[in-house]
Nanobody, 124 residues
Framework: QVRLVESGGGLVQAGGSLRLSCAAS????????MGWFRQAPRNKREFVAA????????SYADSVKGRFTISGDDAGKTVYLQMISLEAEDTAVYYC?????????????????WGQGTQVTVSA
């Protein structure tokens, strides 16, 4: 059984930083891809970043480019999201997602597995 578990969320002041982690169990995604999405209250879930282990450059939403960095371990079982210069607009529940296919995608419906989410709150 595949499980994704996020950690690292919390409360931070605007301008601060956080590092989220997502650990996969049950299989490796070194032949697939993993990503982060977020959902703020009353908003739809939106793409944040995605990575694969096939040599592609990571993909980022325009709203986080230059501030967020996605990375993964060599085994394809853990993915990180380093967030700096956080803004109040970054407040959301952050979800880790994984797919068996290696192609990077911003569309949530193409991901096969999801974590439970971790809350990130940025105070102004």
């Amino acid at each position: 059984q595949v499980r994704l578990v996020e950690s690292g969320g919390g409360l931070v002041q605007a301008g601060g930083s956080l590092r989220l982690s997502c650990a996969a169990s049950g299989r490796t995604f070194s032949g697939g891809s993993m990503g982060w999405f977020r959902q703020a209250p009353r908003n739809k879930r939106e793409f944040v970043a995605a990575i694969n282990w096939s040599g592609d450059s990571p993909s980022y939403a325009d709203s986080v480019k230059g501030r967020f960095t996605i990375s993964g371990d060599d085994a394809g079982k853990t993915v990180y999201l380093q967030m700096i210069s956080l803004e109040a607009e970054d407040t959301a529940v952050y979800y880790c997602a994984a797919r068996i296919n290696w192609r990077l995608t911003i569309y949530s419906t193409y991901y096969d597995y999801w974590g439970q989410g971790t809350q990130v709150t940025v105070s102004a």
